[in-house]
């Protein structure tokens, strides 16, 4: 029989995650919180496929499930994946592979994201960094750039220091350990914040890999209902619950003038990029 000449399309990268985050804080009062979430793996270079296709996820313009540029990485017009690769180049990090985003989507137009990760992966297929964006209730984010030195690794871990206030509950002055299981079947995302005196604060994401589809998008909706907007409702509650534990509050500092930090693995410790 003769060969054919038609060839099979790679399999879909995105994907939604269902699972849960759990936060404990040790000090001064010890407090705990769990809540039920879901996030989309975005290759970003699937992202306009993607909304082609779907009639519920879009990019850049509302929907049930919207993916707007603007909510990520710089304030600048730039693509988000050629400020990534600007700052994997000012880094010196090997880029120009696939970029992958953990995030959630904007929900009938609202979108709050604590933190959002980037899968960032070099042209042979191998993590080479992962850029945490983190953003505050203020309206602020930073984003942390780690080097992956060993990709192979299982978990990941990396570390840096706090740079960007997030909490009126916490000092400036942490360290910040990451433990990380990169998306497969399941992700995993663990942060442990530290002081001089020891662990302050830990979050732990675990969650299970689901085909990103229309259907699945809809069961979602149905099963988080109105997430962004309960994310925000949360932190709020929770904080009402850590003055009633008189946790003191912090004064706030100005955000870092550059939107980037690298973290360890680079001799002078904390630095950071420059705008794109």
Known sequence: MPKSDATVPEPQRSAIYTGSVIHRRYRPRVHKLKYSVFWLLLDLDEIDSLSGRSRIFSRNRFNLFSFFDRDYVGKT?????????????????PGGGRIEVLTMPRILGYAFNPLSVFYCYDRAGALSALLYEVSNTFGERHSYLIPVTNPDERPIRQSIEKSFFVSPFLEMNLHYDFRMEPPQSTVAVGIAARDAEGPMINAVLRADRVELTDKALLRAFVQFPLL???VVAGIHWEAVLLVLKRVGLKRKPEPPLQPVSLGSGFPSGTRSVKAG
């Open 77 to 93: 017009t730039r693509p988000i994946r050629e400020q990534i690769d600007g700052y994997l180049a000012d880094a010196g990090i």
């Open 228 to 230: 962004t907007l309960k």
